[in-house]
């Protein structure tokens, strides 16, 4: 009777040292097995599971694919502000509000044009007038029922709301050409929504065109985890053309379905609080801000803080610029009597008098001079500490990298990481360049940004070091996978690198008794530092490095900075030689990741 053979259950990406290791064999001993048919592979290179299975067969053993456990679905809290908004309610005064909704796609799929579609056919009931004005929202009717449609469409804006801790829509609606099909743009636009944790309703648009190809619209979306109902999924896929508006009536009615099992509900007899839309100036009116009110019932009168805003409500208008007293839940209406207009994403609440809303206000005002960064960042250095603390128990990514075939190995390849303890959740992964779009969406949801053989643009970049964002760049798989691994167990250590920030040429040395030489120099670029650290450099050689600045001057006065094309006075801790046409550099260490 044959020896039967021993079974080795296999992952669907491993490296080849960690395939030796699976087999208890040698590296080499698989390199040329791997040779032998046909393949070359470097130690450290990552093979698919057909190709290990191959290898291990002709060792003598049998593969089998590795059963992943199934994973555990936490209870999240949720990232939509409103079910917080009535959290500490009577649920019996809670009632169904209706759904507002925000629009995303790729540029060209109309947007836009679904909007007035929808706008056009179904304007809500009683305004006999219209639209008059623009609002930012709008309402419209469908089987006499409200839905409300941000109109600013596009998901850097939905991106920035939620970056500074808002979230102004109840479902977002994906708009896919169905000419076209699914686009970065999309796939982005989807990462976004996701990371929202926002119900998806598709809206495949353009039908009417002769090269409309819906199913391979929803083929794509499937692709993407968007199965749509039709094909037994879970998603909610319309076809419909702004055009012709054929299927505008069936997407209302999906959105409807869609909020009717997200049970989204509100107070209308608590205090009003909800979302800023947006603010604006007008030389006759003053500040003016459109809000949607997520709970409670807005009415003229109302003290409200808004960010860093705060006044009483003198007027309000509805959408078709109607003026109205009072704002049930869900409806968007712009309003007079703040002190100045508030950015779009601030939450807003109604205070109890001018006096407590402005004692708020203050005190957010200092809070962001001590801290003006809002949400903390999160680098791969402090994941482990923010996993200790409670924080956290995921490690957030977003995955660029060059070429399709690079895509894969690498998210299953963090994704494997995942332990039961800490998870490693991929939110975007895609091909190209580093970009503000990722920057944003890292900065709004706290995550880390991950690239491979890509760089990040000159804006991503600006844009990452004003809002802490953590760029991370590889051009080795295994150092991305090793340098990952080493954050999730708390081993990874920040590097530091020296930044030029200014530099000065010595144009006189003054000669002070009990003191030694001081440096009269002056600033050649950027700015010098009385805390910063220098080097002297003469002629090309360095003759001092590292060294501490014991005195800055202007004149007679001590100061903390010179800027370019200023004179000044420098004193160094230790070193005293200096000699017309020398060079001070002034340099700050910063961490680089």
């Given at each position: ?135 930012g929202a709008y309402q419209v009717s ?168 705060v006044g009483r409500i003198k007027r ?278």
């Amino acid at each position: 009777m044959p020896q039967q053979k021993q079974v080795l259950e296999v992952p669907e990406f491993l490296t080849v040292r960690e395939l030796a290791d699976l087999m208890e064999a040698s590296p080499i001993e698989v390199m040329k097995e791997l040779i032998s048919n046909g393949i070359m592979a470097s130690i450290n290179q990552q093979i698919d599971y057909d190709t290990a299975a191959i290898v291990i067969d002709g060792l003598g053993y049998e593969a089998r694919p590795l059963k992943m456990p199934e994973p555990v679905v936490e209870e999240k809290e949720s990232t939509q502000q409103w079910r917080r908004l009535y959290a500490d309610q009577d649920e019996a005064a809670l009632k169904v509000r209706p759904p507002v909704v925000a629009v995303l796609g790729h540029v060209d799929h109309g947007k836009t044009s679904l909007l007035d579609a929808i706008r056009k056919s179904n304007v809500a009931e009683g305004e006999a007038g219209g639209i008059t004005q623009h609002i930012g929202a709008y309402q419209v009717s469908h089987k006499g029922r409200l839905i409300t449609f941000l109109d600013t469409p596009g998901h850097e804006a939905f991106t920035a709301m939620r970056a500074r801790g808002a979230q102004g829509a109840d479902i977002a609606v994906l708009v896919v050409a169905a000419d076209d099909g699914v686009m970065p743009t999309t796939r982005e636009a989807l990462a976004h929504v996701r990371a929202a944790q926002v119900p998806i309703v598709v809206a495949v648009n353009k039908i009417d065109k002769a090269n409309a190809n819906p199913d391979l619209v929803k083929q794509q979306l499937a692709d993407l985890d968007l199965k749509s109902d039709e094909w037994g999924g879970n998603t909610l896929v319309v076809p419909v053309s702004a055009r012709t508006k054929e299927g505008i009536d069936d997407l209302l009615e999906a959105i409807l379905l869609v909020a009717d099992e997200t049970d989204i509900r509100a107070n209308p007899d608590a205090k009003a609080a909800g979302t800023v839309l947006e603010g604006r100036m007008e030389h006759d009116r003053g500040a003016l801000a459109t809000l949607v009110v997520q709970n409670g019932t807005l009415r003229t009168g109302d003290v409200v803080v808004a960010g860093l805003s705060v006044g009483r409500i003198k007027r309000m208008f509805d959408q078709s610029g109607s003026p109205v007293t009072e704002v049930p839940p869900s409806r968007p209406v712009l309003v007079m009597g703040l002190d100045q207009p508030p950015h779009a994403g601030d939450m807003f609440e109604v205070m109890e008098s001018v006096k407590v809303a402005r004692a708020l206000v203050e005190e957010r005002r200092q809070q962001r001079q001590v801290a003006p960064v809002e949400i903390p960042a999160v680098t791969l250095e402090d994941i482990f500490s923010r996993f200790q603390a409670g924080e956290t128990k995921e490690l957030l990514l977003i995955i660029k990298v060059d070429v399709d075939g690079s895509l894969e190995p690498v998210v299953n390849s963090v994704q494997n990481l995942s332990s039961a303890d800490m998870k490693v959740h991929v939110l975007h992964a895609d091909v190209g360049n580093i970009t503000e779009n990722d920057v944003n969406l890292a900065s709004a949801s706290q995550a880390v940004v991950i690239g491979f053989n890509v760089t990040a643009d000159a804006p991503a970049e600006r844009l990452a070091e004003a809002l802490g964002v953590d760029i991370r760049t590889y051009d080795i798989i295994y150092k991305l996978i090793e340098s990952v691994e080493l954050a999730l167990h708390g081993m990874l250590e920040p590097e530091y690198e020296n930044k030029l920030i200014g530099s000065a040429e010595v144009r006189r040395v003054i000669r002070l008794p009990k003191i030694g030489n001081i440096a009269g120099s002056y600033v050649l670029e950027g700015t010098i530092r009385r805390n910063a650290k220098v080097r002297v450099v003469r002629r090309g050689q360095v003759l001092a490095e590292n060294v501490g600045v014991s005195s800055l001057k202007r004149f007679e006065d001590d100061v903390r900075d010179v800027r370019t094309g200023f004179e000044c006075g420098i004193g160094l801790d230790g070193f005293h030689a200096f000699e017309e046409g020398d060079r001070i550099e002034f340099y700050v260490r910063e961490r680089v990741n």
